[in-house]
């Protein structure tokens, strides 16, 4: 029996190892699975879609070939159609029933225009005459090919779907059979030992007495048997127990277990995040290497690619101060990295918003980013650039992957309307707690309202020949703002701090601080003066219901402009 066993082990060793060799082999799909495909004419713009490149299983690799320069992108669907809009363009197809590649033309009325360097690409690859590039098909995705945009783009193009073979159940199979066939010859050893020690000469013992083969059957009594000994001897009916007890069992009335209702799913289908990481890094790269050389030269129009709103308003006027004095602030400077937090909207339409935070150094505050696209072919513009407060904790957000949704400057779900934020807090500035929204703020740390109302304050108990009026406005009509993990959101928003000093006697006359005199071009005004500062603001607002207050958690601000009267 033992040598039977040794056999059994050697013949199922060997065939867990041919069937692993096969596995690599004989049984192994194809490597790669190649469709080509060659136009006779071609639009500026050759779109993909995610279905062709679903085609095949395996990673696939685009392939483009052409006369001139080839330029291939990838990107979520969605985008790149909205990229391509009524562009003229040509979109390959896939015929069920000859199983090829086809393609087809449509003329548009809008204007073509060079694909390069767009936000919404995940990866792009230009080169001369040939260009082969791989596509992550994940979320969505599609490729996009051109040459400059307006000529015709490539007309060769294959696609070849590489498979990553996985290995695990060859190697399962393998290491199995090596191992089993170890332990066959492990145990022949000891069975040959044992053979061996057998066959050595053994002393005969005698053998005992044996008693009759035959013994006399033993009759049954006709007394019927009793006790606890007797149930344990009656097996043949335990099946046929078992089988009345669940044709009995079958027999119950079913409305003892009532069928469980399905739970209907929701109808709402979560937005996917605007951007990934990739394309995020991407974009702050560009707007810090943009924003460094332009600071360099205090030149505002080297902003306009990457700025936009209130951002490219406030550095603007720090150019023109730094041209008219050295003394004039520096301004902060955009990091590129560590970016310590990335969060897209979760959304397919435009205007689109982004927010980051970046900067993060030990003798250097954090700076939030908050970014907006307006149409599919503009860049992603810098809208707001604040510090943030020192020691500040933000509130937990979704992750980049997911996204967040965006919020509308009439939100009525939060505790306060986000395009109500400036005069509100700026009310609170004014009269601290004798404001009725004194109470809806978190004034704890809130660096920018002890700064201002000390000033304020101090401007009013100093000016006693002069009136003062102070306004504090919603500059730019639509804050940009994201919603956290918790139901509130992150709120971006623009004021105005007006400042308005009349003098209350004739001949005597207002004068203003160093950096006012540097932008009036005089110490003062007889008539009176005006300034006006912009100030970026980053607001946490919770929802309605929630304890927590707003709290103001970053902020920037700057001299626009003084006037005389």
């Known amino acids: 029996m033992r040598i039977i066993i040794a056999i059994a082990m050697f013949f199922l060793s060997l065939a867990l190892i041919l069937a692993g060799i096969a596995e690599r082999t004989v049984w192994a799909p194809e490597e790669t699975k190649a469709m080509s495909i060659v136009m006779d004419s071609t639009r500026p713009l050759i779109v993909i879609p995610h279905s062709i490149l679903g085609l095949h299983r395996g990673t696939p690799v685009i392939q483009a070939a052409g006369t001139a320069r080839v330029f291939v992108a990838t990107g979520r669907e969605a985008d790149l159609n909205a990229w391509v809009g009524g562009s003229s363009k040509t979109t390959i197809d896939f015929d069920t029933k000859t199983k090829k590649l086809t393609y087809a033309s449509v003329d548009g009325i809008d204007p073509t225009a060079d694909p390069s360097g767009s936000d919404l690409w995940r990866t792009e690859r230009v080169a001369n005459g040939k260009v082969s590039a791989k596509v992550d098909t994940s979320a969505e995705a599609a490729v996009i090919l051109a040459s400059d945009g307006l000529a015709a783009g490539p007309n060769r193009v294959t696609i070849e779907w590489q498979r990553n073979y996985d290995l695990t159940p060859s190697n399962v199979l393998l290491y199995s059979g090596e191992g089993l066939l170890l332990a066959t010859l ?45 149930a344990g001897r009656n097996y043949a009916l335990l099946p046929a127990s078992l089988v009345l007890v669940g044709l009995v069992a079958g027999c119950a009335p079913a409305a003892t277990s009532p069928t469980p209702t399905p739970t209907p799913k929701s109808s709402t289908v979560a937005k996917p995040a605007a951007l990934q990481l990739g394309q995020i890094r991407r974009i702050v790269t560009s707007v810090a290497a943009l924003a460094k050389n332009a600071d360099t030269s205090a030149n505002g129009s080297q902003l306009l690619p990457r700025f936009a709103g209130p951002a490219l308003e406030m550095r603007e006027a720090a150019y023109a101060l730094q041209k008219k004095s050295k003394k004039a602030p520096a301004l902060e400077t955009i990091y590129s990295s560590p970016l310590t937090l990335s969060l897209p909207a979760a959304t397919d339409l435009w205007p689109r918003t982004l927010m980051v935070v970046t900067g993060v150094q030990k003798k250097h505050l954090p700076n939030l980013l908050v970014f907006r696209q307006m149409t599919p072919r503009q860049q992603y513009q810098v809208w707001y650039t604040t510090t943030l407060v020192s020691s500040v904790k933000l ?171």
């Open 186 to 230: 492990i145990y022949n050893i000891f069975l040959f030992r044992n053979i061996r020690n057998s066959r050595r000469p053994r002393r005969r013992l005698p053998k005992a007495p044996q008693g009759p083969r035959s013994r006399p059957k033993r009759r049954e009594s006709a007394v019927p048997r009793r006790g606890r000994r007797v």
């Open 395 to 565: 509130p937990n957000v979704p992750v980049a992957t997911d996204g967040s949704v965006p919020v509308t400057p009439d939100s009525a779900y939060l505790a306060e309307l986000p395009q109500n934020l400036p005069t509100v807090y700026g009310d609170v500035i004014n009269q601290g707690s004798a404001s009725t929204s004194y109470r809806k703020f978190n004034l704890t740390n809130d660096s920018f309202y002890s700064q201002i109302s000390k000033i304020q304050g101090d401007q009013q108990r100093s000016l006693t020949n002069a009136t003062l009026t102070y306004q504090h406005l919603l500059s730019d009509p639509e804050p940009l703002g994201l919603a956290t993990a918790d139901g509130g959101a992150l709120v971006a928003v623009y004021m105005k701090d007006i400042t308005t000093i009349k003098p209350t006697k004739k001949n005597s006359g207002i004068t203003v601080n160093a950096l006012e005199q540097v932008a009036l071009g005089a110490k003062g005004s007889i008539k009176g003066v005006v300034s006006t500062y912009g100030d970026m603001l980053l607001f946490y607002v919770p929802s309605i219901g929630q304890a927590s207050k707003i709290k103001l958690l970053g902020w920037q601000a700057g001299l626009l402009k003084v006037k005389s009267l």
